[in-house]
T-cell receptor, first 115, second 117 residues
């Protein structure tokens, strides 16, 4: 079974631009979560989508947004990029369901550099 | 508010020896799950082990075991017979609730483990 895939793996953008990152979850997984990892702040939860609906949201400005498609693939968008947005963006998928806690499987991440 | 604390920024261990990575947590929810992930230099987060708050026994997965002390709110990871490939960053994480209604994980700051030959 293929793992979580993220594209692109590396990205360089300049301040003020916008960027879209893509995540394809493991087949059958309906929940997709996004995390931002920086040396200073560590791993922080951005948002989670389940069945095309945003179910949870972290404490990030409105410049960060996302969506999920009917095939569970998810995209996140960052508008008006700032230098501080430079980070590793990780996507995770899980089956989700009632009665159990399912572990999240992470993709390799997209490393975004803002210059 | 839920919080995960990993107090060891870096650890060294000799190959073939056991090592314990500390993790304490804080939550007011009686139902929660605790996770450990490994992150090699490549960046991908690898799931290692899971412990639910109502689980009676400590979780084990191969060389990994979780020393779960609920009253002390600690969930330490024990790696037995360390291997050079275990050198990585290790993260402890928590999710509140057990019904799978949320995928939000709260992570600790991580512990860098280096295995010496």
């Amino acid at each position: 079974k293929a793992g979580v895939t993220q594209t692109p793996r590396y990205l360089i953008k300049t301040r003020g631009q916008q960027v879209t990152l893509s995540c394809s979850p493991i087949s059958g997984h309906r929940s997709v979560s996004w995390y931002q990892q920086t040396p200073g702040q560590g791993l922080q939860f951005l948002f989670e989508y389940f069945s095309e609906t945003q179910r949870n949201k972290g404490n990030f400005p409105g410049r960060f947004s996302g969506r999920q498609f009917s095939n569970s693939r998810s995209e996140m968008n960052v508008s008006t990029l700032e230098l501080g947005d430079s980070a590793l963006y990780l996507c995770a998928s899980s089956i989700q369901g009632q009665g159990f806690v399912y572990e999240q499987y992470f993709g390799p991440g997209t490393r975004l550099t803002v210059t | 508010a839920q919080k995960i604390t990993q107090t060891q920024p870096g650890m060294f261990v000799q190959e073939k020896e056991a090592v314990t990575l500390d993790c304490t947590y804080d939550t007011s929810d009686p139902s929660y799950g605790l996770f450990w992930y490994k992150q090699p230099s490549s960046g991908e987060m690898i799931f290692l082990i899971y412990q639910g708050s109502y689980d009676q026994q400590n979780a084990t997965e191969g060389r990994y075991s979780l020393n779960f002390q609920k009253a002390r709110k600690s969930a330490n990871l024990v790696i037995s017979a360390s291997q050079l490939g275990d050198s990585a960053m290790y993260f402890c994480a928590m999710r509140e609730g057990l019904t799978g209604n949320t995928g939000k994980l709260i992570f600790g700051q991580g512990t860098t483990l280096q295995v010496k030959p």
